[in-house]
T-cell receptor, first 116, second 108 residues
Framework: SAVISQKPSRDICQRGTSLTIQCQVD?????MFWYRQQPGQSLTLIAT?????????ESGFVIDKFPISRPNLTFSTLTVSNMSPEDSSIYLCSVEGPGVLTGEQYFGPGTRLTVT | QKEVEQNSGPLSVPEGAIASLNCTYSDRGSQSFFWYRQYSGKSPELIMSIYSNGDKEDGRFTAQLNKASQYVSLLIRDSQPSDSATYLC????????FGKGTRLHILP
């Protein structure tokens, strides 16, 4: 499976500011995704990061709040904009393909965000 | 709305016994099924994938799929304390949907 890194691993931010999270993969992958996981909860898909085009957002998530970039097949960023305490969560990137069986996703280590 | 249901637990199992984790899903068109293990404070780790009806074994883990009943399970044989974690069931058709997970606690 691919080796995935995320930066930063954790951060404490003030409300109203923005944080950009980076996701780097050691090999080219077809699909990259961004998830949010709040304490004690399961994973919620924020968006699919599309290489060379705008990300595809899930219901309840908008580009102005969570702008995403994917300049190539190994890298993506997620920005959490104009943060509020409700944005405190773990943010995870995941990847799928090529070279893996259909649908298998592998996760990065996550970014723990606390908004004060 | 497509759903994946799991018992939240905790499920307590004595060390050395078989742990049985269950999952049901609502979308009959689902084609791919996965089990992830998530330790506290860590990200999910893929441990099993299954695509056709029946059993699939990998070491101490066995995944079972019954598409007619829309049911997928994970058996862990010879449970170890290191198996204590939250297990997430995931189902994919056009997109992957995760269950809320079952907390498993292996009693030494």
């Amino acid at each position: 499976s691919a080796v995935i890194s995320q930066k930063p691993s954790r951060d404490i931010c003030q409300r109203g500011t923005s944080l950009t999270i980076q996701c780097q993969v050691d090999s080219q992958v077809t699909m990259m995704f961004w998830y949010r996981q709040q304490p004690g909860q399961s994973l919620t898909l924020i968006a699919t990061a599309n290489q060379g085009s705008e990300a595809t957002y899930e219901s309840g998530f908008v580009i102005d709040k969570f702008p995403i970039s994917r300049p190539n097949l190994t890298f993506s960023t997620l920005t959490v904009s104009n943060m509020s305490p409700e944005d405190s969560s773990i943010y995870l990137c995941s990847v799928e393909g090529p070279g893996v069986l259909t649908g298998e996703q592998y996760f990065g280590p996550g970014t723990r965000l606390t908004v004060t | 709305q497509k759903e994946v249901e799991q018992n939240s637990g905790p499920l307590s199992v004595p060390e050395g016994a078989i742990a049985s984790l269950n999952c049901t899903y609502s979308d009959r068109g689902s084609q791919s099924f996965f089990w992830y293990r998530q330790y506290s404070g860590k990200s999910p780790e893929l441990i099993m994938s299954i695509y056709s009806n029946g059993d699939k074994e990998d070491g101490r883990f066995t995944a079972q799929l019954n598409k007619a009943s829309q049911y997928v399970s994970l058996l862990i044989r010879d449970s170890q304390p290191s198996d204590s974690a939250t297990y997430l069931c995931a189902v994919r058709d056009d997109k992957i949907i995760f269950g809320k997970g079952t907390r498993l606690h292996i009693l030494p």
